[in-house]
């Protein structure tokens, strides 16, 4: 068995992500050009989040380096959420569930962790659920990896734990 499995972002999805929002933007760019006020306001609205995803697009699809890592030994990463690695030690439970048609990689956490770990964005967006029970998702949708390899990966681990236990 491998010692990391890589995350890829799905090109394909960023590809089509950066069409839709080339079509948000020349519905924007239209309609700010309207003589009334409030589609003039919904036009600028329409291209400042059409630049948005253009811009989280366009990163992506030229994106070289994986965006999350499972480790066997360092733990698991996602470039998004993540500083650094989180520890195996401070993951109490992994498993991929699916919501709502998206696949996401449910972490839950040892309480001992902190904010600290995360990138700001998610420190912003973390609500008081997070920091009572410290469960975090990682959605694997726009992900190009199937959902077996992660499950094997998981599997894996809990075999290493499972002997280290018992040895």
């Not at 839709?20 to 036009?43: H, M, N």
């Not at 195996?88 to 996401?104: A, G, P």
Request: with cysteine; glycine share 4%; hydrophobic share 45%.
């Amino acid at each position: 068995m491998e010692e990391h499995l890589n995350i890829y972002v799905n090109k394909f999805t960023m590809l089509k992500l950066l069409g839709l929002g080339i079509i948000c933007l020349l519905i924007g760019l239209k309609s700010a050009e309207s003589d009334y006020i409030f589609f003039r306001v919904i036009g600028f609205l329409n291209i400042l989040l059409s630049v948005i995803s253009l811009v989280v697009a366009s990163r992506n699809v030229f994106r070289q380096k994986p965006v999350i890592i499972i480790s066997l030994t360092d733990g698991i990463i996602d470039s998004r959420l993540l500083k650094r690695f989180l520890p195996w030690s401070k993951i109490d439970s992994c498993e991929i569930i699916e919501m709502q048609n998206q696949v996401f990689l449910k972490i839950c956490a040892d309480k001992s962790i902190s904010l600290d770990s995360f990138k700001t964005l998610f420190k912003i967006t973390s609500n008081k659920s997070f920091r009572k029970t410290s469960v975090f998702k990682i959605n694997l949708s726009a992900m190009n990896v199937e959902r077996n390899e992660i499950q094997h990966f998981i599997e894996g681990r809990n075999q290493i734990l499972k002997n280290n236990i018992l040895v």
